[in-house]
């Protein structure tokens, strides 16, 4: 049979059909949908270059009633108002909060990490940000944790916290390679999360979460003027009735407990921090399964706290 031929044999049974493909994921950016992976961000973008950009963490999570809602989504919009005002970003509350649910449905999550980020376009690559092109993005992805599940190893780190005389504890892009590099010493030194003290010693904050210790059965929020003004830290407090204080690191290692709080890390119990080992967290873990019902919408008192989707 020549070539030809071949080509031109009938087949043996018909081609399988190509699989379907996913739909892409979508974002909602400057008031459309468009996919995920679309580029729309030139090189010459002032956030690439100098980190002139406003973000939050939020989550939605699955409801025992079949339908999902947004925990403190107001909350995070307002501090999220407060760091674009900053830097001269127009930020409509009311626009990102139909932005966010709207991309949410779309996406079809019911338990996800949400991400609003605005930043500062093109138009200058100087530090005066007034002339730029002014963007915002709503993203959404599945439900992302912040500490993994894993055995919670918390070192104190070398690097300081941005002081809020330099730098306001807000989400601002750019403040948060000082997290980058405490989180990277800590993963070289065995570590897999950091924590900052200031040079007098008082307990700050982790990279990505506020902290919280246990002793003789009392609960503290450890507090500090650098430290991110944590939603899930007022959150937990609203919840327990702890004690907000200024907290000393030697404290920290002599508590009974110690547990870290974020939207993405939620509430973690420390199984180890520096040379320390806490072998129960019986109060960290009630503390978390509390919350676990209140973000899902199990405790009653709390709905308030709960945007539908």
């Known amino acids: 049979m020549s070539l030809n031929e071949a080509r031109a044999a009938p087949q043996a049974r018909e081609a399988e059909p190509a699989p379907a493909r996913e739909t892409p994921q979508q974002i909602w950016f400057d008031g459309r949908f468009v996919d995920a992976g679309s580029?729309?961000?030139?090189?010459?973008?002032?956030?690439?270059?100098?980190?002139?950009?406003?973000?939050?963490?939020?989550?939605?999570?699955?409801?025992?009633?079949?339908?999902?809602?947004?925990?403190?989504?107001?909350?995070?919009?307002?501090?999220?108002?407060?760091?674009?005002?900053?830097?001269?970003?127009?930020?409509?509350?009311?626009?990102?909060?139909?932005?966010?649910?709207?991309?949410?449905?779309r996406n079809g999550h019911r338990d996800a990490y949400v991400r609003?980020?605005?930043?500062?376009?093109?138009?200058?690559?100087?530090?005066?940000?007034?002339?730029?092109d002014k963007h915002l993005m709503v993203a959404t992805f599945p439900t992302n944790v912040h500490l993994s599940g894993a055995k919670v190893k918390?070192?104190?780190?070398?690097?300081?916290?941005?002081?809020?005389?330099?730098?306001?504890?807000?989400?601002?892009?750019?403040?948060?390679?000082?997290?980058?590099?405490?989180?990277?010493?800590?993963?070289?030194?065995?570590?897999?999360?950091?924590?900052?003290?200031?040079?007098?010693?008082?307990?700050?904050?982790?990279?990505?979460?506020?902290?919280?210790?246990?002793?003789?059965?009392?609960?503290?929020?450890?507090?500090?003027?650098?430290?991110?003004?944590?939603?899930?830290?007022?959150?937990?407090?609203?919840?327990?009735?702890?004690?907000?204080r200024a907290v000393r690191h030697d404290e920290l290692l002599d508590a009974d407990e110690v547990f870290v709080v974020g939207t993405a890390a939620e509430v973690t119990p420390v199984d180890e921090f520096d040379d320390r080992s806490y072998a129960a967290n019986h109060v960290g873990q009630e503390i978390a399964q509390l919350y676990w019902r209140v973000v899902r919408g199990e405790e009653a008192r709390y709905t308030r706290w709960l945007t539908r989707v």
């Open 116 to 132: 609003p980020l605005a930043w500062c376009g093109t138009g200058s690559i100087g530090l005066d940000v007034a002339p730029l």
């Open 39 to 105: 580029d729309r961000a030139p090189l010459t973008t002032h956030a690439m270059h100098y980190g002139s950009g406003v973000f939050e963490g939020i989550r939605a999570y699955a409801t025992t009633d079949g339908g999902s809602a947004v925990f403190r989504l107001p909350e995070h919009l307002e501090r999220m108002r407060k760091g674009c005002e900053l830097l001269g970003i127009p930020f409509d509350v009311e626009e990102a909060t139909a932005a966010t649910l709207a991309v949410l449905r």
């Open 154 to 244: 918390l070192g104190t780190s070398s690097w300081r916290r941005n002081p809020a005389t330099s730098l306001p504890p807000l989400k601002l892009c750019g403040a948060y390679v000082n997290s980058i590099l405490a989180k990277h010493e800590a993963k070289q030194r065995g570590f897999n999360e950091a924590l900052f003290v200031d040079d007098q010693g008082r307990v700050v904050e982790c990279t990505g979460a506020n902290v919280f210790m246990v002793r003789d059965g009392g609960i503290t929020a450890v507090e500090h003027r650098d430290a991110l003004a944590g939603i899930t830290r007022d959150t937990v407090i609203a919840l327990t009735g702890a004690e907000s």
